[in-house]
């Protein structure tokens, strides 16, 4: 097919095959915004309803939350103001994670039992005093909105945000750990139940310098993860303006999951996240929910976002990325010194690799065939661009990844989209904008097996879908639409496109 012949292309390196081979132009739908309406508001902190300015793909519309003062009151207003909603995602999600059986009061107590476990021996650990506080307030705000489960909500779903590999089979084993054997004969339910397993198939990327108008930084994200489950009415993106010196930063998710699957912060610096499965792993760590807000509200640089990486634990597997607007501009200036404009981090416990654009370990990685014995390139870095899916170019990496790394996976295909995006927007002499940015993050988010048109959408996981423009303070942000049959992931959802300084002010 066109996306096999693409793919062998690069793995055997051809020359010139760019030249008369491009990738199809794939055009989202991005509407601006018409303008906000105030829902609720307790203390300085106010939750808005956005609205576009055409017609979108979305039955609800997305709630937008200003959170400002102490880390406490942050915490306080929004478990207040959100209470019902953070409940009813909850409800919806575990249903169709584990089943309608999920709230039998012996398989509730010891999900609970099992999460609380997790968090109160091991993710809560390091965290730092104002997360606590924050999620002191959750749980304070919740109980006078009339539901006293949110601070446990917040925390379990922390917790399974850290799970590796599947959640329903992660739920099953520590519910097997913390009880024993008949606490895992009433968990097998959790095996049995639900709709089908959860996984996360991610993909992030960022370019600068000569590839982008005006040199600036652009930056992006998908969660490609399980689709169709509900939660998308409580669609969220949260601005936060901490009382106490931090940066204000914006993130990006559903009502009930407190941190950043993706952002931005008011100095100019973007975090991401991307699943990897390795072998080497604890949760005796930093909750990565937690610790991309952490680099948003400290750091000013890529040296400052990598000492802090550095100055903390990491936990499960996982890849990140950030990426720094200042950075790009010291570059563009020329005689840039710094760890990179964007840093692609391959993680696992007690390790990190850092990686940004031409990295040599990523050009000679290669995949040797046993049957054939032929050896495959896997890597392609290219000058001023840096992305990741869901696996590692780091030797030691590599050597703990528990997933096949071979070409034909759907990790590396993804990987593939994106550099061949990248590679034909250098052919046809384009500098990338926010559009083109937020075009190559919906050509990489899982839509189905062709990244091109939006035919065989049902069959996609994209659920979140963001690009950054960080110079400019704007992005592009999508979620899926509309459920059931009708369901549409991100990518072929409607992107809608916000100019932060309004928020960054508020």
Not at 7 to 28: R, T
Not at 240 to 250: M, V
Not at 256 to 279: P, Y
Not at 486 to 493: D, F, K, T, V, Y
């Amino acid at each position: 097919n066109m996306m096999g012949s693409w793919f062998v292309c690069l793995a055997m390196c051809v020359a010139g095959c760019w030249a008369v081979q491009l990738p199809p132009a794939f055009i989202p739908d991005i509407q601006g915004v018409a303008g906000y309406t105030k829902l609720k508001s307790n203390a300085n902190s106010t939750v808005y309803a956005l609205q576009t300015n055409g017609s979108s793909s979305y039955d609800h519309a997305i709630y937008v939350a200003s959170l400002s003062g102490s880390r406490y009151q942050m915490g306080f207003d929004f478990g207040l103001m959100m209470a019902d909603e953070i409940a009813d995602m909850y409800d919806i999600f575990m249903k169709a994670l584990l089943g309608s059986q999920w709230y039998e009061p012996e398989l509730a107590a010891l999900v609970r039992a099992a999460l609380d476990w997790q968090w109160n021996d091991y993710l809560s650990k390091e965290l730092p005093q104002p997360y606590l506080d924050e999620i002191r307030g959750l749980e304070d705000g919740g109980v006078q909105g009339g539901q006293k489960e949110v601070g446990n909500i917040v925390r379990a779903v922390i917790v399974l945000a850290n799970a590796p590999g599947d959640l329903k089979d992660f739920i099953y084993i520590i519910i097997r750990e913390f009880g024993g054997n008949r606490a895992g004969n009433v968990a097998s339910k959790v095996v049995k139940g639900g709709a089908h397993p959860i996984r996360g198939m991610c993909s992030m990327f960022a370019v600068w310098g000569n590839r982008t108008e005006n040199s600036q930084l652009l930056s992006g994200r998908n969660l490609d993860w399980d689709s169709n489950l509900g939660i998308n009415k409580y669609k969220l993106m949260t601005v936060f303006h901490p009382t106490d010196g931090a940066t204000p930063h914006i993130t990006l998710g559903y009502v009930g999951l407190w941190g950043a699957i993706t952002g931005i912060s008011a100095k100019g610096l973007t975090v991401h996240e991307a699943n990897l499965e390795e072998n080497e792993i604890t949760f005796g760590g930093f909750p990565w929910l937690l610790r991309l807000r952490y680099i948003m509200e400290r750091a000013s640089s890529s040296a400052e976002a990598k000492t802090l990486w550095q100055q903390t634990n990491n936990t499960v597997g996982f890849n990140h990325m950030v990426a720094s607007a200042p950075d790009a501009a010291a570059y563009a200036k020329g005689g840039y010194s710094g760890p990179g404009v964007a840093q692609a981090m391959e993680t696992m416990y007690l390790y990190t690799a850092f990686f940004t654009d031409n990295d040599q370990r990523e050009a000679d990685a290669t995949w040797t065939n046993k049957t054939s014995g032929q050896a495959v390139h896997l890597g392609f870095p290219l000058h001023e661009a840096v992305w990741r899916t869901n696996h590692g170019y780091d030797p030691i990496i590599r050597e703990h990844y528990e997933w096949s790394q071979s070409p034909t996976t759907w990790s590396m295909e993804r990987y593939m989209f994106i550099h061949d995006g990248i590679v034909a927007y250098q052919t046809q002499n384009v500098k990338m904008t926010l559009k083109e940015a937020t075009s190559l993050v919906a050509v990489a988010g899982d839509k189905g097996k062709n990244p091109y048109t939006c035919a065989n959408m049902s069959h996609g996981s994209n659920v979140i879908s963001a690009a950054f423009a960080p110079t400019e303070m704007r992005m592009t942000m999508a979620w899926e639409s509309k459920s059931g049959t009708q369901w549409r992931p991100a990518c072929c959802s409607t992107y809608v496109e916000v100019d932060l300084t309004h928020w960054f002010s508020t």
